[in-house]
């Protein structure tokens, strides 16, 4: 079996700041994408920020140069650095990796639970 749990959500000021982890173990092959999801309520899952495997990233336009993905490839771990937070970054945050077990044959998405970040004053 493989677990993804995140960590760091909470409650914080528009322009204050929030870092969100995520450990992925279990029967654990390979990593190739890992990356950070959020739903707004009544909102369709959206793409936050996703990182490689060699490092390349990707972020939503709105999240550009306020927030930061990074990647620690030897402990199965991802972390999303949040600055100048605002309103409208209120969701819940989920951790995804695309990865295959030691038996598998293909690539498959896996997913956290779910961390609330809500950005209030």
């Known amino acids: 079996q493989v677990h993804l749990v995140e960590s760091g959500g909470g409650l914080v000021q528009p322009g204050g700041s929030l870092r969100l982890s995520c450990s992925a173990s279990g029967s654990i092959f390979s990593i190739n994408v890992m990356g950070w999801y959020r739903q707004a309520p009544g909102q369709q899952r959206e793409l936050v920020a996703s990182?490689?495997?060699?490092?390349?990233?990707n972020y939503l336009d709105s999240v550009r140069g306020r927030f930061t993905i990074s990647r620690d490839n030897a402990k199965n771990t991802v972390s999303l650095q949040m600055n100048t937070l605002k309103p409208e970054d209120t969701a819940v945050y989920y951790c995804?990796?695309?990865?295959?077990?030691?038996?598998?044959?293909?690539?498959?998405?896996?997913w956290g639970q779910g961390t609330q970040v809500t950005v209030s004053s």
């Open positions: 990182i490689s495997r060699g490092g390349s990233t």
């Open positions: 995804n990796a695309e990865l295959t077990t030691r038996f598998g044959s293909s690539w498959i998405n896996y």
